[in-house]
């Protein structure tokens, strides 16, 4: 995968959760398999329920811009580095997500420094 000026190309189910991610809880959650789990701040949050409520917890706390501006394969994961500014402690950082897919959906999601 070849980063572009100011764009990259990410598989489908990694850009629809980027897309997902300007929405809400409900869609971001349409991004995972069932049993997904995202690990995020110290906490596992499995299955959709949990994700949504993740998803939406944070976008209650938090305002933030996210975009994506590096993408690799490693171990079987797509890793995306992401540049997030926003009303949160830390603002702005680059963090990495580390997806695993299953299909077109997300299985596995990490979100670290």
């Known amino acids: ?40 701040e110290g906490r596992t949050h499995k299955g959709r329920a949990a994700i949504k ?5 944070a976008s209650a706390k938090y ?19 992401s540049h997030l500014a926003g009303n949160f402690p830390g603002s702005p950082v680059d963090l990495r997500f580390f997806f695993k897919l299953e299909g077109d959906k997300i299985a596995s999601l990490e979100i670290i420094p």
């Open 1 to 40: 995968m070849k980063q572009a000026t100011k764009s990259i190309c990410l598989p489908r189910p990694i850009a629809a959760y980027f897309v997902a991610d300007k929405a809400d809880g409900e869609a971001v959650s349409q991004c995972f398999t069932e049993n997904a789990t995202v690990k995020d």
């Open 53 to 57: 409520a993740w998803k939406t917890d």
């Open 63 to 81: 305002e933030y811009t996210s975009e994506p501006f590096a993408c690799e394969e490693k171990d079987g994961k797509t890793v995306v580095t």
